[in-house]
């Protein structure tokens, strides 16, 4: 069962990524692309061979989302009565930096090791949490090379 709802939450996200990326041009969404890929390697050599313990820091995380999430719907009202192109890029910045951070905390606690990890028997919260965390640093990675290249 946990299989099926994994497979249905993928499609429909990967649907949901594609039809945002069909708004783009190609080439914004291939920087995009590949700029995800590099920062998600990153990431996983990083959180292999760094001694720092990123698993502690779930409290930070949950305030930093509080805070994306004020700042989008405020960049969203500002944005709705006059468009400023830094202000938006500064808000995908500000995205991009945050998920990559629950990348890492996401990564720590699915290897293990550290002061905190989930269980072998949840490895399908595992999968959509670093699922999650790459589609959302592509989304935020995209808007900032789509602005980039009109």
Not at 22 to 36: G, L, P
Not at 96 to 108: G, S
């Amino acid at each position: 069962m946990e299989f099926i709802l994994l497979g249905v939450f993928t499609v429909a996200l990967s649907y949901l990524a594609g039809s945002i990326s069909s708004y783009y041009e190609t080439k914004a969404v291939f920087i995009a692309m590949i700029i995800t890929a590099i920062v998600c390697l990153a990431v996983t050599i990083f959180c292999f061979q760094t001694k720092v313990d990123f698993t502690s820091c779930g409290g930070l995380l949950c305030i930093s989302a509080v805070l994306l999430t004020i700042i989008g719907i405020v960049t969203a009202v500002v944005l709705t009565f006059q468009y400023i192109p830094w202000l938006h890029m500064l808000y995908a910045a500000i995205g991009a930096i945050v998920y990559t951070l629950f990348l890492i905390y996401n990564t720590q606690l699915l290897i293990g090791n550290r002061e905190q990890s989930i269980s072998p028997e949840e490895y399908v919260y595992g999968a959509l949490s670093l699922y999650i965390d790459v589609v959302n640093i592509f989304l935020f990675i995209l808007q900032i090379s789509g602005a980039a290249t009109d």
